[in-house]
């Protein structure tokens, strides 16, 4: 849909009309005031809007804030500039914009390029081992950089790879799709909905590493084994084609030495620093500042940066700071709490599934935001405080792994099947419900037991004992994955995939050692 276009553009704006009207009188008929029933009205109107794409989503954002400005100043805050300020957190999007510039740079100066080629060398142009290699490296990426580039990275690569060696890119590009919505939960960078939650709770980034990281491993294998099962790649190709990936030159990629340098000098400080200090904006801002000083050509690095994003951001923080004024986000907590009494076990359940369930219908980020300030009133109650953590977790696994439900569900499948369109290898609708309706079944429900496990651990030990607690949980992760190889590919190609894979490792090594 083309952003702006008046024949696009005026009948969603009637329709979004229209149900902000309803939503007016069905808040007045639930006895709401009127401050609160209009602050709902322009939310959902704003909503309707982002949903329909009638126009961008910094459009959509900014008409949604300047109706909600004009709430707010006719209610009873006169200094707008001053409620701005207190509800658009600048450090958030400061942090993220940071991210971007250093994410943008790695692409910009062909560092993640060279990686990738390098990477994929090992593969030797054995399709079915490219196709692993490429999953790993999808996945591994997401310990680096945030989801968006990483996914630029990997479909371009694919695209390239698949180019030389003349098979279908299609089945390779899903697999990156879904792996990257798996590893969007992987750390504190990898997606937008982390870093939000990360900037406004102060979780450091270990946090994602000792209670995210472990279920991603989990989840990664399986959507692996079922998407090689679903799509699987093509199995052979002419050994001399195969051949031409070596003859690739990952240099080629490098435009500029002194960049290229700079690019690998703030990715990993970018990493180091999120791990030993726990100022994001401050470590985001130190090392975009490094990358804009040695970038020769500015102007291209910051057109780059996705600034729809962060424009939605500004305009959306001022719309969920009107909700919050208007009394609407304590309403809604509060209907929450008078639900779920005091039972932990059906509010964290109806706080992952609700929010499973929005992110794969509506954009994760304009859902984290409204709900994060929601879920901070929930967690300072008494009875659910002690399991704030396990709130955190819940949350950013449904916003992730929601992201997978649909095409429009996430940017990185925007982006993943945009590439994949633009190189003549489109990936149809039919293709991607044919995965994302059982990935989104598997993965949820993997998610929700993991929660489940981690909230009555305590229980469970006590029945079990600890020897037999970790006894019975190895038993069932390696039972899954024994079901998913044999499904997927069969034990002995599995045995005989991982021994040449074994052999292929050693053998570079061994060169590497001999040549010191």
């Known amino acids: 849909m083309k952003y702006g276009n008046s024949e696009n553009s005026v009948k969603p704006l009637i329709k979004a009309t229209i149900l902000a009207g309803c939503v007016v009188v069905i808040g007045k008929l639930l006895g709401a005031s009127w401050k609160a029933s209009l602050a709902m009205a322009i939310f959902i109107f704003t ?38 300020s207190h509800t658009v957190h600048l450090d958030v999007i400061l942090a993220l914009l940071g991210v971007m510039l250093v994410a943008a740079a790695g692409l910009k100066s062909g560092f993640l390029y060279y990686v990738g080629i390098k990477i994929a060398k090992i593969s030797r142009g054995d399709p079915i081992r ?3 290699i490429l999953a ?12 968006e580039a990483g996914i630029a990275v990997v479909v371009s690569l694919t695209l390239a790879i698949c180019g030389v060696l003349r098979i279908d890119p299609r089945p390779y590009v899903l697999m990156e799709i879904f792996v990257i919505n798996v590893s969007a939960s992987t750390t504190l960078i990898a997606g937008i909905p982390n870093i939000i939650v990360a900037e406004e709770i102060g979780l450091p980034y270990e946090f994602f590493i000792f209670n995210l990281t472990p279920l991603t491993v989990i989840l990664f294998l399986i959507s692996l084994l079922m998407l090689y099962k679903s799509t699987p790649p093509q199995r052979e190709i002419h050994p001399l084609v195969a051949a031409a990936i070596l003859d690739m030159d990952e240099w080629l990629f490098v435009r500029n030495r002194f960049e290229f340098y700079a690019s690998l000098v703030s990715i990993v400080g970018l990493v180091i620093g999120f791990i030993a200090l726990r100022e994001l904006m401050f470590v985001s801002i130190l090392f975009s500042a490094i990358i804009l000083a040695a970038s020769p050509k500015t102007e291209e690095l910051l057109h780059e940066v996705d600034w729809d994003t962060i424009l939605f951001f500004l305009g959306f923080y001022i719309i969920v700071g009107g909700l919050e004024h208007a009394g609407v986000l304590d309403l809604i907590a509060h209907s929450l709490l008078s639900f779920a009494g005091n039972n932990v076990f059906i509010l964290l359940s109806a706080i992952f599934w609700l929010s499973l369930l929005v992110s794969g219908f509506l954009d994760n980020v304009p859902y984290i935001i409204t709900v994060l300030p929601i879920v901070q009133i929930l967690v300072s109650q008494p009875p659910f405080s002690k399991y704030e953590s396990l709130f955190w977790i819940a949350l950013i696994f449904a916003c992730n792994i929601g992201g997978g439900l649909n095409p429009y569900s996430s940017p990185y ?17 039919d293709m991607f419900y044919s995965v994302s309706r059982k990935w989104i079944i598997c993965s949820g429900t993997l998610a929700y037991i993991y929660l489940l496990l981690r909230l009555f651990t305590g229980e469970i030990i006590e029945i079990l004992s600890l020897i037999g607690f970790v006894a019975t949980l190895t038993i069932i992760i390696v039972a899954a994955l024994l079901i998913g190889i044999r499904k997927a590919m069969g034990f002995r190609r599995f045995f005989l995939e991982s021994k040449a894979f074994g052999a292929l490792i050693k053998g570079i090594v061994k060169k590497k050692l001999k040549r010191k």
């Open 130 to 132: 490219l196709y692993v």
């Open 47 to 84: 909503v309707f809007l982002l949903i329909t794409e009638a126009f961008s989503r910094a459009a959509s954002a900014f008409i949604g804030s300047a109706l909600m400005l004009i709430l707010i100043y006719f209610s009873d805050v006169h200094d707008l500039a001053e409620f701005a």
């Open 136 to 147: 790993i490296f999808a996945y591994a990426l997401s310990f680096a950089l945030n989801c």
């Open 413 to 429: 499948n925007l982006l993943g099947l945009s590439m994949a369109k633009k190189a003549d290898a489109e990936i149809t609708s």
